[in-house]
């Protein structure tokens, strides 16, 4: 982690990426939980967003990590 910013490299494709606020929560929560519906409320009760909006957003935060080598789903 470089000054609140994580930057991850995939090993294999040489891809990377770098995540920064709501991201890096985002990330931080998968670490502690990989419930989607949890990191959720989680994430309405730190910022002001509706839950379906956060859903949608989580949701697809998720599918970009593991698209990207990044994560993958259990």
Do not use: N
């Not at 998968?30 to 967003?49: F, H, K, P, S």
Request: aromatic share 8%; glycine share 8%.
């Amino acid at each position: 982690m470089l000054d609140s910013e994580l930057v991850m490299i995939h090993v294999d494709s040489g891809q990377f990426s770098s995540l920064k606020d709501t991201g890096l929560r985002v990330w931080e929560l998968l670490d502690e939980t990989g419930d989607l519906g949890r990191i959720c409320e989680t994430l309405c009760a730190e910022y002001d967003v509706e839950p379906e909006e956060c859903r949608l957003a989580v949701e697809k935060f998720a599918d970009q990590l593991v698209d990207g080598g990044f994560a993958e789903y259990a």
